[in-house]
């Protein structure tokens, strides 16, 4: 039998497919990611040191992985590895910052109060409450970079209140998901931060180039509400009564949403200025959120015990995951398996550089139904970054920007994983939203409430993919003025 398929794949190849199988499957067996990684793992690393040795004779040219191939030298240098580039990475130690400012502003009130403030706004204006949910979707898409904290807020928060004006129960909780999602494409995403880490490009370049598509994404959401409101009126009810919206509304509005975008302003403008690092400016950003919540007289050592610990727990979560990640990669990679999934994914389309790299986007597609974001840039960004600088893409950086290609493919990445986790039937968004919404609300209506933001995520992706300049352009005006 193994030589019936030796035909046809090296022991090798058939290695890597095992090692990405064996790894789903442990996944749907309800393993943890980080407990999968490990110990499919050392399955393998046990497999090459005991069972494969014996053919080394009969089979000397195709394998690689032998005894001489790991050693347990090799496994003890790998702990230096691991705690060197991540401990001690200056990008990734932004990460807890970023989580605390997130889980500050969610813990602060800041956007219960945006919340009740914009709706006086825009309550004159059919569909008012869905533009609302869309703006502070936004907002808290660049406060937080965390797609289930802004979902399930958005939800906790606006759900009732669409439901309490008669609004469509799809159109409700689709404006919900969608407007969750953009918290991983929105800078300051963490999803971001670790990108840049794992592609070795810089972190400002990433922030600005996510810039105009998470904003092109949250404009075509707004108009396609507007419209729809237009369209089919009896789906979001205009007020009964619209009283007039004087000063008072509007200073109450700005004295809600000024704060958080001055907070945002002050994160992203350090970085983009260069007058801070990525890291200074999650400190400031942590900072920040804390003083927000205090103004707001939210701050109390309960708000500040719960914040601290969910972000050590989600800090170790990420952290966790990289650890056996970089553990499956450096296996992965002695059964050659970085060269195989090159060879595999360049000759899928004979080399033609825009197909493949629309064939690496379905699979990020696919691959989002099963994984988490987490999973996806940290196991195979890496992995398919030789193959985007081999292709001749000739992206425009404007010459300013380093590996605009790069650069480009990310945001690409992003706008697919954030398509992803809004469509059916796995996306991740829907089922943070089924969590917190009320029993009427089912698994269909969400269904069918995204079904049209879907539409809108993949023009938008397709905007992106046909003009680069969207991403590419910021970062080089930044830094060639």
Same mark, same amino acid.
């Given at each position: 039998m193994?030589?019936?398929i030796?035909?046809?794949?090296?022991? $090798?190849?058939i290695?890597?497919?095992f090692?990405?199988?064996?790894f789903?499957?442990?996944?749907?067996?309800g393993?943890?990611?980080?407990?999968?990684l490990?110990?499919?793992?050392?399955i393998?690393?046990?497999?090459?040191?005991?069972f494969?040795?014996?053919?080394?004779?009969?089979f000397?040219?195709?394998?690689?992985?032998?005894?001489t191939?790991?050693?347990?030298?090799k496994?003890?240098?790998?702990?230096? +590895?691991?705690?060197?580039?991540?401990?001690?990475?200056?990008?990734?130690?932004?990460l807890?910052?970023?989580?605390?400012?997130g889980?500050?502003l969610?813990q602060?009130?800041?956007?219960?109060?945006?919340?009740?403030?914009?709706?006086?706004?825009?309550?004159?204006?059919?569909?008012?409450?869905?533009?609302?949910?869309?703006l502070?979707?936004?907002?808290?898409?660049?406060?937080?970079?965390?797609?289930?904290? @802004?979902?399930?807020?958005?939800g906790v928060? #606006?759900?009732?209140?669409?439901?309490?004006?008669?609004?469509?129960?799809?159109? #409700?909780?689709?404006?919900?998901a @969608?407007?969750?999602t953009?918290? /991983?494409?929105?800078? &300051?995403?963490?999803?971001?931060v670790?990108m840049?880490?794992?592609?070795?490009?810089?972190l400002?370049?990433?922030?600005m180039?996510?810039?105009?598509?998470?904003?092109?994404?949250?404009a075509?959401?707004?108009?396609?509400?507007?419209?729809y409101?237009f369209?089919?009126?009896n789906?979001?009810?205009?007020?009964?009564?619209?009283?007039h919206?004087?000063?008072?509304?509007?200073?109450?509005?700005?004295? %809600?949403?000024?704060?958080?975008?001055?907070?945002?302003l002050?994160?992203?403008?350090?970085?983009?200025?260069?007058?801070?690092t990525?890291?200074?400016?999650?400190?400031?950003g #942590?900072?920040g959120?804390?003083?927000?919540a205090?103004? $707001?007289?939210?701050?109390?050592?309960?708000?500040?015990?719960?914040?601290?610990? @969910?972000?050590? $727990?989600? %800090?170790?979560?990420?952290v966790? /995951?990289?650890?056996?990640?970089?553990?499956? %990669?450096?296996?992965? +990679? +002695?059964?050659?398996?970085?060269?195989?999934?090159?060879?595999l994914?360049?000759?899928?389309?004979d080399?033609h550089?825009?197909?493949?790299?629309?064939?690496?986007?379905?699979?990020?597609?696919?691959?989002?139904?099963?994984l988490?974001?987490?999973?996806?840039?940290i196991? /195979?960004?890496?992995?398919?970054?030789?193959?985007?600088?081999?292709?001749?893409l000739a992206? $425009?950086?404007?010459d300013?920007?380093?590996?605009?290609?790069?650069?480009?493919?990310a945001?690409?990445?992003?706008?697919t994983?954030?398509? @992803?986790?809004l469509?059916?039937?796995?996306g991740?968004?829907?089922?943070?939203?089924?969590g917190?919404?009320?029993?009427g609300?089912?698994?269909?209506?969400?269904?069918r409430?995204?079904?049209?933001?879907? /539409?809108?995520?993949?023009?938008?992706?397709?905007?992106v993919?046909?003009? &680069?300049?969207?991403?590419t352009?910021?970062p080089?005006?930044?830094y060639?003025?």
């Amino acid at each position: 039998m193994l030589s019936f398929i030796g035909q046809f794949l090296t022991l $090798n190849e058939i290695a890597v497919i095992f090692m990405f199988g064996g790894f789903i499957v442990m996944l749907f067996r309800g393993v943890p990611v980080a407990m999968a990684l490990v110990g499919i793992s050392l399955i393998f690393v046990l497999i090459a040191e005991f069972f494969l040795d014996p053919f080394r004779g009969t089979f000397r040219d195709i394998i690689e992985f032998d005894r001489t191939g790991i050693e347990y030298q090799k496994l003890q240098a790998l702990s230096g +590895r691991l705690f060197g580039s991540i401990v001690k990475n200056p990008v990734l130690v932004a990460l807890p910052m970023f989580i605390f400012m997130g889980l500050m502003l969610d813990q602060s009130g800041v956007a219960l109060r945006m919340m009740q403030s914009m709706q006086k706004l825009f309550r004159g204006l059919r569909g008012g409450l869905s533009l609302t949910v869309l703006l502070i979707g936004i907002i808290l898409a660049a406060s937080t970079g965390v797609i289930g904290a @802004s979902v399930t807020l958005l939800g906790v928060m #606006a759900l009732p209140q669409m439901m309490n004006q008669n609004y469509s129960k799809p159109i #409700a909780t689709g404006t919900i998901a @969608s407007a969750g999602t953009l918290g /991983i494409l929105i800078p &300051p995403s963490i999803m971001l931060v670790i990108m840049s880490d794992q592609l070795a490009i810089s972190l400002g370049d990433l922030f600005m180039g996510a810039l105009f598509p998470g904003l092109l994404l949250g404009a075509l959401y707004i108009i396609f509400i507007v419209i729809y409101g237009f369209i089919n009126p009896n789906a979001m009810p205009a007020p009964e009564k619209s009283e007039h919206v004087g000063w008072p509304v509007v200073k109450e509005v700005l004295l %809600a949403v000024v704060p958080p975008m001055l907070l945002i302003l002050l994160v992203l403008g350090s970085i983009f200025a260069g007058f801070a690092t990525p890291t200074e400016a999650s400190g400031l950003g #942590a900072m920040g959120a804390t003083l927000l919540a205090l103004a $707001n007289r939210k701050l109390d050592l309960k708000v500040l015990a719960t914040v601290s610990r @969910s972000t050590l $727990n989600t %800090a170790g979560y990420i952290v966790g /995951i990289f650890l056996a990640a970089n553990f499956f %990669a450096f296996v992965l +990679r +002695r059964y050659g398996g970085d060269e195989i999934i090159e060879h595999l994914v360049l000759n899928a389309f004979d080399g033609h550089p825009y197909l493949t790299v629309m064939f690496i986007l379905f699979i990020v597609f696919l691959l989002g139904f099963l994984l988490d974001w987490i999973e996806i840039t940290i196991i /195979i960004m890496p992995l398919m970054l030789p193959v985007i600088l081999s292709l001749d893409l000739a992206i $425009n950086g404007f010459d300013t920007v380093n590996d605009p290609s790069v650069v480009w493919f990310a945001i690409l990445v992003a706008v697919t994983l954030q398509t @992803s986790f809004l469509t059916p039937p796995v996306g991740f968004a829907l089922f943070y939203l089924k969590g917190v919404c009320p029993p009427g609300v089912t698994l269909g209506h969400i269904y069918r409430g995204v079904i049209p933001f879907v /539409i809108l995520q993949l023009t938008g992706l397709a905007i992106v993919f046909a003009w &680069p300049e969207l991403v590419t352009w910021l970062p080089a005006y930044a830094y060639g003025n």
